[in-house]
């Protein structure tokens, strides 16, 4: 089956500071990959997505590149923001699931001023 | 504005009092789901529904049902819920083509004693 695996929380950053929260999968078929974001007391929200390898999606200074040999998509931002606490989930969707996504656990990321 | 409306928010209730909680979008999608969010754990989909009168099973079915008699609702349905219940609830739809790109809820907050 379809899964998704990313580093453990929380990560604590001093602003500006440089992020990355690592994510890697399994999946049968050919994936799309997705990050979703989710602030305090809301619900996720689709932050960037990749559909094919080599692919880079790039939303809000945040970046992640679908890497079909290390299965990862791992996401990365050049200088985080105190607004950029929040909790962030890899997810993906496989071509043989339909419109099911499969997410991970969750990456709770604290930037601190 | 495009959105997907959970109620309640947040509720306390007692082990085996049936409750409903609601779920509208007013984006005519055909795919809605529900899932649940536990610490550690990510999000677990419960049941998701393809449209109208299609609904199935998620990860995570035991102890609930969900009904789509209209496009735009997909109320979940506790009949006995039970402390293991107790979680943050998430609704979400998609168009049926929509490759990963769903939109979310702002969440149920549920407590069962």
């Known amino acids: 089956g379809n899964s998704v695996t990313q580093m453990e929380g929380p990560v604590t950053l001093s602003e500006e500071a440089f992020l990355t929260i690592n994510c890697t999968y399994t999946a049968t078929g050919y994936p799309s990959l997705f990050w979703y974001v989710q602030y305090p007391g809301e619900g996720l929200q689709l932050l960037l997505k990749a559909t094919k390898a080599d692919d880079k999606g790039s939303n809000k200074g945040f970046e992640a590149t679908y890497r079909k040999e290390t299965t990862s998509f791992h996401l990365e931002k050049g200088s985080v923001q105190v607004s950029d606490s929040a909790v962030y989930f890899c997810a993906l969707i496989s071509n043989n699931a339909g419109n099911m996504l499969t997410f991970g656990g969750g990456t709770r990321l604290m930037v601190k001023p | 504005e495009a959105q997907v409306t959970q109620n309640p928010r947040y509720l306390i209730t007692v082990t085996g009092k049936k409750l409903t909680v609601t779920c509208s979008q007013n984006m005519n999608h055909e795919y809605m789901s529900w899932y649940r969010q536990d610490p550690g754990l990510g999000l677990r989909q419960i049941y998701y529904?393809?449209?109208?009168?299609?609904?199935d099973k998620g990860d995570v079915p035991e102890g609930y049902k969900v009904s789509r008699k209209e496009k735009r609702n997909f109320p979940l349905i506790l009949e006995s819920p039970s402390p293991n219940q107790t979680s943050l609830y998430f609704c979400?739809?998609?168009?049926?083509?929509?490759?990963?790109?769903?939109?979310f809820g702002s969440g149920t907050r549920l407590t069962v004693v």
């Open positions: 979400a739809s998609s168009p049926q083509n929509g490759q990963g790109r769903y939109t």
């Open positions: 529904s393809m449209n109208v009168e299609v609904t």
